[in-house]
Every structure is written in structure tokens, then in C-alpha cells.
């Protein structure tokens, strides 16, 4: 059974490039879609993704946020910061950052790679 993952970035070229991305992948299925932070809170409580990826900068609730209230509702699905700013570092999260992995959109290509090692198949 593939894995299910769950994309909020408001930026709808973002959000179709995951998606292409996964139609590419057998073990792996997009399961949900959100543009803001509280539709992914409330996706990711209806379809139990088995990992979700956020956007930090997004309308409603930001990635972050939703992030603290992912981890808080579903505390063992790793979370993926997928962001242009990657650049400040985990560190700025303090020593428990509400997210498993910060990755930079400019490294988009390694995106895959992050997801397999956190919920491999």
C-alpha cells in the first residue's frame, strides 16, 4: 500500500509541481491539498496522512503554526518544512522545531529523497 502524503503551499505552480511529482512516484500518493494552514490541519484530520508537507508562509494560519498543531494532533507524522526560507536554519525553532525536516524549494529535487528516508516504503 503506497504511502499518503498530504501539500499545503498556497502557490498553486508549487502545489501542481508536487503533484506531477507524485504521479511519478508508485509508493507514494498524494492524498490532500491545502492552500492555507487550517485546511491542512483539517485535511490532515479527515485522510491521516503518513506525511505532510507545509509551507511556511501561507494565508489563515501559517506553516509553522499548523505545524505546532499537527505535531500536537498527530505527533508521530513527520512534517516537512518545503520553503524559500530555508535559509534561517532550524536553530531559529529552538531545540524542539514543530517540523522534522526543513527543506529549501531551490532544492526541490531532493525533495523525494527527504520523504523516503522519514516514511519509507
Keep these: 500500500m503506497a504511502k499518503t502524503i498530504l501539500v499545503a503551499d498556497d502557490n ?9 511529482m507524485f504521479e511519478t512516484e508508485h509508493d507514494y500518493d498524494l492524498c490532500a491539498e491545502a492552500t492555507n494552514g ?4 483539517d485535511l490532515a484530520l479527515t485522510h491521516r496522512p503518513d506525511l505532510i508537507i ?21 505527533p ?13 536554519g532550524t536553530d531559529a525553532f529552538g531545540p524542539n522545531p514543530p517540523f522534522d525536516r526543513m527543506v529549501s524549494k531551490d532544492d526541490g529535487k531532493d525533495l ?10
Design 38 to 41: 487550517q485546511e491542512a490541519i
Design 76 to 88: 508521530h507524522v513527520p512534517i516537512i518544512l518545503f520553503t524559500q526560507f530555508a535559509s534561517v
Design 12 to 20: 498553486p505552480r508549487i502545489r501542481k509541481l508536487l503533484c506531477q
Design 54 to 74: 507545509l509551507d511556511i508562509s501561507m494565508p489563515v494560519l501559517n506553516g509553522i503554526v499548523a505545524a505546532r498543531e499537527l505535531k500536537r494532533l498527530m
Design 112 to 121: 523525494m529523497g527527504h520523504i523516503k528516508s522519514l516514511i519509507p516504503v
